[in-house]
């Protein structure tokens, strides 16, 4: 197979690894910027308005929300429209929102295709225009300008973003799939007469009508209705009439003397109730938009949507009827859910990209590899046919005989643009092997030979006269070397060259070392698909390191087959392998030793390694058979202990202690290590700690400073 030569410079490399790079977890504020860079809009959600069109077929999807937990508002299904037909694993695809401390599950379904007029198309983006203008800006003021320019923008041949997102029909409203009698509320006619038009007088003897600021107008269209109060410029959501309440009743008590709401209107707001015998009508307060990405989100802030008051229906104006709280609510949530969609179509075209490059048959799904750098804000969020913002599209780059639009630029940091190309390694990877990943690396600019060129030898030596070959292979799991010379090199110190043996460990160490840190992180990776990132890195931590590889070396006896000439490595060994013996030997993994031990010990492991790894052929399995009975029993959820370390550090920013630059000497061959921890501007801790190297002494610092502050 011939190497892949794809040329593409530092800056069509970041761009296109940027595609991923949507929403966010955190900022690392120190870390310096790159340049800025585009950002992109996936052409699925992008098509030219052309009003010659006589109809424009769309592709529905159903968007269906499931709440996780119980609320006295029902969630109900969006219709989204789409002028291009979704990718299959992203028309299907589900995952959670977090509402407070719950979740709403979303899955997306396909509903079906139909052909819409450029008329229902307008008035499809007239309610979508309005409605999500209310739920971000709470007010009517830019609306009317907004809607003014609909029409103008419908006509103007340019690219921008096209969709749509429209009530679903309820059971008894099909064969439709959209609730035209919803789409059909903006603007609001009180002298329509529509199919909504039901028998549903009042009690009491009370009038079918009701006076509003629009005039005479059912109840029936008021009690599930978007009003707005000129008095106090806000917005409400009606969901009923209050049969025992009038505006003679007197209002609930509010801290002040009992009065009237006919009293309390011309107190407080100078306005004398003309129809005082009306039923008051039950409002809501607007919804909030909100970032529902993010798990487990808290409220930093009281939300008032949960709050019901009374209002007298002659000072309210109808923005819209029909609609119901629960549409109104469904839609508060439809943001989040187009971001999410809009970060993996983004990653469905940087998939086909690569995969147009890619001759293997490699199937990746479009979840894989989603990293984030910025915190979504719904506020920003462009409401598709709002012409009143920036959602025309300036430029459009030609890749791949495909265009990918761009909406301005953002700045995007170096780290982050790093993070995106190794877990798209790891994406190609997991799911379609190395070769895959290989292609994938390639087409970025990062050069790997295909080829598998044999290792050859030419040395002329007898491995069995130095070193005891069968009783090495046994340890390995009966590995059987075709070149034993390089089992005799992995075993051999710098300070032990004779001119029959080919050389010292380092370079097999250097081999192996990343073999190790490869194979058993592959392992973790497959065997515990849902852990978090977090604690699957602790537990490769607590499994790769050198007191690991140490005591597994002295557990298996291999320190007394290394060749060494040096005095001071063989007392070395001699007191790791006296300080093994006071250790509990169940296991190799973690970071229990209170004492130094010797690299050498961990470089023989990784030298065996990359012995075995240069004579199978660079079969990564091979090693892994043959060094994981060593390493046995290998961590897990359960048993992995910190890095005290780590653990040390995360405490302190948790609890916004400030850490001291640490004081560490080295005298007569004892490490001393000295933390200082401040809060508050006073030192809350200090501690010195001895050891034969800094490394240990630190770690043993550390320890002793979170056995005192838990209380252990």
């Not at 419908?154 to 690219?159: A, C, M």
């Not at 001759?359 to 506020?379: A, L, S, W």
């Not at 913002?389 to 700045?411: A, D, H, M, Q, V």
């Not at 990776?525 to 977090?534: C, N, V």
Request: a negative charge; glycine letters at 4%; proline letters at 5%.
């Amino acid at each position: 197979m011939e190497p892949i030569n794809i040329e593409i410079d530092g800056t069509q490399q970041q761009s296109a690894a940027a595609l991923l790079v949507e929403e966010a977890t955190q900022e690392l504020a120190s870390e310096p910027y790159d340049d800025q860079q585009p950002s992109y809009v996936p052409p699925e959600l992008v098509k030219p308005w052309c009003s010659n069109d006589a109809s424009v077929l769309y592709h529905c999807y159903l968007i269906q929300m499931k709440p996780n937990f119980c609320s006295d508002i029902p969630v109900n299904d969006i219709v989204l429209g789409m002028r291009s037909e979704l990718d299959c694993d992203v028309a299907n695809m589900n995952f959670d929102l977090g509402v407070g401390k719950s979740t709403i599950t979303v899955n997306f379904k396909k509903a079906a295709d139909i052909h819409l007029s450029s008329e229902q198309i307008l008035q499809c983006r007239r309610f979508q225009i309005t409605i999500f203008r209310i739920l971000m800006d709470h007010n009517l003021q830019k609306l009317e300008e907004i809607l003014e320019r609909l029409s103008v923008g419908q006509n103007l041949e340019v690219e921008s973003i096209d969709y749509l997102l429209l009530p679903a029909a309820r059971m008894h409203q099909r064969p439709f799939i959209i609730d035209w009698e919803c789409v059909m509320s903006v603007p609001f006619r009180s002298e329509e007469n529509s199919e909504y038009h039901v028998d549903s007088s009042p009690p009491n003897n009370c009038s079918r009508v009701l006076h509003t600021k629009n005039g005479m107008v059912c109840t029936c269209r008021i009690q599930n209705s978007l009003v707005y109060t000129p008095h106090t410029g806000l917005l409400y959501c009606i969901t009923g009439l209050l049969n025992d309440l009038n505006g003679n009743s007197r209002m609930r008590p509010r801290r002040r003397r009992a009065r009237t709401y006919k009293t309390h209107y011309e107190e407080k707001h100078g306005i004398k109730l003309r129809f005082d015998q009306q039923l008051l009508l039950k409002g809501k307060f607007i919804f909030k938009l909100q970032n529902y990405l993010q798990s487990c989100r808290q409220q930093t802030e009281k939300d008032s949507s949960h709050t019901s008051v009374e209002l007298p229906p002659e000072l309210c104006s109808i923005v819209m009827s029909p609609l119901s709280v629960s549409n109104l609510y469904s839609f508060s949530f439809v943001p989040s859910i187009m971001h999410r969609l809009e970060s993996l179509l983004l990653a469905v075209n940087l998939k086909r990209m690569v995969l147009d490059r890619c001759t293997e048959n490699v199937t990746i799904p479009t979840i894989k590899g989603f990293i984030r750098n910025e915190c979504f804000d719904p506020k920003k969020w462009i409401i598709p046919g709002d012409y009143s913002g920036s959602s025309f599209l300036n430029e459009k780059l030609p890749f791949n005989e495909k265009n990918i639009y761009i909406r301005g630029t953002r700045k995007i940091k170096g780290k982050r643009v790093a993070d995106v190309v190794e877990a798209l390694i790891g994406a190609f990877l997991s799911t379609g092997g190395e070769i895959a990943a290989i292609y994938f690396m390639n087409w970025v600019g990062i050069k790997v030979d295909l080829f598998h060129i044999p290792y050859e030898r030419h040395f002329q030596v007898q491995p069995e006269k130095l070193i005891d070959v069968r009783h090495l292979e046994f340890l390995l799991n009966n590995y059987s070397f075709r070149d034993p010379s390089l089992l005799l090199e992995a075993l051999t110190h710098g300070s032990y060259m004779l001119p029959q043996i080919p050389g010292c460990y380092e370079r097999l160490e250097f081999l192996g070392d990343a073999v190790l840190d490869y194979v058993i992180t592959a392992h973790l990776y497959h065997k515990y698909p849902d852990m978090s990132p977090g604690l699957l890195t602790d537990m490769r931590s607590a499994s790769v390191n050198n007191i690991c590889y140490a005591r597994t070396a002295v557990r298996a006896g291999l320190h007394k087959h290394i060749l060494a000439s040096d005095s001071v490595l063989h007392t070395d060994i001699a007191n790791t392998v006296n300080n093994f013996a006071s250790l509990s030997a169940e296991s190799t993994f973690g970071w229990e030793s209170e004492t130094y031990f010797s690299e050498v010990l961990a470089d023989i492991i990784e030298s065996l390694a990359g012995a075995i790894f240069v004579d199978s052929e660079y079969d990564k399995n091979a090693v892994f058979k043959s060094i994981r009975p060593l390493l046995e029993p290998l961590v897990s959820p359960e048993t992995v202990p910190l890095n005290p370390v780590k653990e040390f550090h995360d405490y302190c920013q948790k609890m916004q202690y400030i850490m001291k630059k640490p004081v560490k000497s080295i005298q007569n061959g004892v490490a001393t290590r000295t933390i200082e921890v401040e809060a508050n501007g006073v030192v809350k801790y200090t501690h010195t700690s001895t050891a034969s190297n800094n490394d240990t002494a630190k770690r043993l610092a550390c320890r002793e400073f979170l056995r005192l502050s838990k209380g252990n």
